[in-house]
């Protein structure tokens, strides 16, 4: 461990997720593999062999630099999708490496043309239609337009899929909201395919919509959160097992998060233990710092609230999270000594530490932990 802190990925959980999604959705549905945010921290690289060994062949990536590093990574051909940004300077690149791209706006589909025509290659797009979330995608009124030019400019314009975004399918609050997207999708859909577009693949679902609503499934379904086994919302997971009779999880986290301890020390009762005073020692403390802090991805909303395990024992954050360090008690701990494994998020003996109880201490969302892993750390992989 040359770095401060490493990741470890676990294949067999994977599989077990991936294999949970594919009973869901039957086999005529396919899955793209939302790697974007690094894999949601897991990391690129490790996680697209994991991915392809279990037969996903359809990736999706918010920009093109994380399509040009799933491109590097893959074994065997498979489908690269950009959902979202490209540089104009990079769309040529994007046409290029066969890579398919959101097409949210008339600018980028003008952009995408031309330069397919300079490459003689066609540009493989996926149409993105409004249909509520208000975010990005072609409005109901630019559809005819829209549609007209691509049917003339066929010859260097390839429809890959007809697509959109819900805007929260996580929460039943959302519902009507949710299935009046659906009903605008199939609307624009009906109208494109009417005036001669052939749509390719139709997706709309995130891991939310995927579970919740069947419906939103069509070809395809662009699932990140639930492969890396973490619910999108509790609501979700509640709404899962609802009819179920096993209420257990069915996924596994893949992700564990470990460091070592730096050093060990002894404080005397009275004394304020790191920066400032909010930490008083009201007994005799044993601490242990770890070398692991806000700017390596463990939150400052954590201070005085986060929890770690060392030899078994859980043991509570002291202070304020530093920038590269956090002071954890060890008091309790038995013969806790320099080097041990401080796991951050995971399981050590009986007990484990969930990136739920993260989330629960900093009031921050699973994804937004999860994206903000370090990128730079070492990852192994257990097979
Ligand atoms: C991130 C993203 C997804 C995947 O979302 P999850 O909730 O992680 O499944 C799907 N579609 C689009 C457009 C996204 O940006």
């Known amino acids: 461990m040359t770095k401060s802190s490493y990741i470890q990925l676990e294949a067999?959980?994977?599989?077990?997720?991936?294999?949970?999604l594919k009973r869901r959705y039957g086999k005529r549905v396919e899955i793209s593999s939302v790697v974007k945010a690094n894999a949601y921290g897991h990391g690129i690289e490790e996680m697209i062999p994991l991915l392809e060994n279990q037969g996903i062949e359809h990736f999706?990536?918010?920009?093109?630099?994380?399509?040009?590093?799933?491109?590097?990574s893959l074994r065997k051909p498979a489908t690269i999708m950009i959902m979202?940004?490209?540089?104009?300077?990079?769309?040529?690149?994007?046409?290029?490496?066969?890579?398919?791209?959101?097409?949210?706006?008339?600018?980028r589909l003008k952009k995408a043309l031309s330069y397919a025509k300079i490459l003689g290659k066609q540009a493989k797009i996926h149409l993105e239609v409004e249909t509520g979330m208000n975010r990005s995608g072609i409005d109901s009124s630019e559809l005819t337009e829209v549609v007209s030019f691509i049917l003339e400019n066929q010859k260097h314009l390839k429809v890959a899929g007809f697509c959109t975004h819900l805007a929260g399918a996580e929460s039943i609050g959302n519902h009507k909201r949710i299935m009046y997207q659906l009903?605008?999708?199939?609307?624009?859909?009906?109208?494109?395919?009417?005036?001669?577009?052939?749509?390719g693949v139709r997706h709309v679902a995130n891991s939310?919509?995927?579970?919740?609503?069947?419906?939103?499934?069509?070809?395809?379904?662009?699932?990140?959160?639930?492969?890396?086994?973490?619910?999108?919302?509790?609501?979700?997971?509640?709404?899962?097992?609802?009819?179920?009779?096993?209420?257990?999880?069915?996924?596994?986290?893949?992700?564990?998060?470990?460091?070592?301890?730096m050093t060990i020390k002894e404080v005397k009762t009275g004394e304020f233990i790191g920066y400032g005073i909010s930490y008083l020692a009201?007994?005799?403390?044993?601490?242990a710092l770890v070398p692991v802090g806000y700017s390596g991805g463990y939150s400052r909303t954590l201070s005085n609230k986060g929890r770690v395990l060392i030899n078994g024992h859980r043991c509570g954050v002291i202070g304020v999270v530093n920038m590269n360090m956090i002071i954890v008690d060890i008091t309790n701990v038995p013969n806790a000594k320099v080097n041990d494994e401080v796991v951050l998020i995971g399981?050590?003996?009986d007990l484990e530490i969930k990136v739920k109880s993260f989330s629960d201490y900093s009031d921050m969302l699973n994804y937004e932990i999860l994206a903000h892993m370090p990128d730079n750390i070492e990852r192994k992989v257990i097979l």
């Open 347 to 349: 399981k050590q003996g």
């Open 84 to 107: 979202g940004w490209i540089s104009d300077h990079d769309i040529d690149n994007a046409i290029e490496r066969g890579f398919e791209f959101f097409i949210f706006n008339q600018e």
């Open 12 to 20: 067999d959980a994977l599989r077990k997720n991936i294999a949970f």
């Open 282 to 287: 009201q007994n005799n403390v044993q601490t």
């Open 60 to 72: 999706s990536v918010f920009d093109f630099s994380e399509a040009v590093r799933v491109q590097r």
């Open 208 to 261: 939310a919509a995927s579970l919740v609503y069947p419906k939103s499934r069509f070809d395809m379904v662009r699932v990140g959160i639930l492969q890396y086994g973490f619910w999108p919302s509790m609501e979700t997971f509640i709404q899962y097992t609802s009819d179920k009779v096993n209420k257990n999880d069915p996924l596994d986290r893949i992700l564990s998060w470990k460091s070592r301890i």
């Open 183 to 199: 009903k605008k999708y199939k609307a624009l859909l009906k109208r494109a395919t009417e005036m001669g577009l052939e749509p």
